[in-house]
């Protein structure tokens, strides 16, 4: 599943272009050894676009970034859908990049019988991709 990666900021702050940004601190999310994922396509994204940040912010997930991006402590590039469990604090900026998305993917043992929770989590994200593709 590709989720598309817009840039975030706190809501109400004016952002004409990427140099507007430079200066801000910048939120990354950790690499995860063996899976290229958001910090690779972020610093993709600094290269294609010229950008030097002035400083980055490494952080352990998507749901600490959000925090310090609504405080107006950072700003990130992060999946354009969750921004709701921040109550409307953050905003998404279109600055008409192209930006590659963000892959999603799930990893098991092929092994392991898959405990009813985690069953349930399954049908969950099966009934999500098939409503996302309608």
């Not at 030097?52 to 959000?66: C, F, K």
């Not at 604090?89 to 892959?103: H, N, S, Y």
């Amino acid at each position: 599943m590709d989720l598309p990666l817009v840039l975030v900021v706190s809501s109400g702050r004016h952002v004409a272009g990427l140099r507007d940004l430079e200066s801000e601190t910048w939120i990354v999310p950790a690499a995860i050894q063996g899976f290229p994922g958001l910090d690779e396509l972020t610093d993709q994204f600094w290269r294609r676009n010229d950008v030097t940040p002035a400083r980055i912010q490494q952080v352990s997930t998507l749901q600490t970034a959000l925090p310090l991006i609504a405080a107006d402590m950072a700003v990130g590039l992060l999946p354009r859908d969750g921004f709701e469990v921040v109550g409307g604090q953050v905003a998404a900026i279109d600055l008409a990049l192209d930006i590659p998305p963000l892959r999603a993917a799930m990893v098991w043992s092929a092994e392991m019988q898959p405990a009813p929770s985690l069953d349930l989590l399954f049908q969950v994200i099966d009934q999500a991709v098939a409503d996302a593709a309608i």
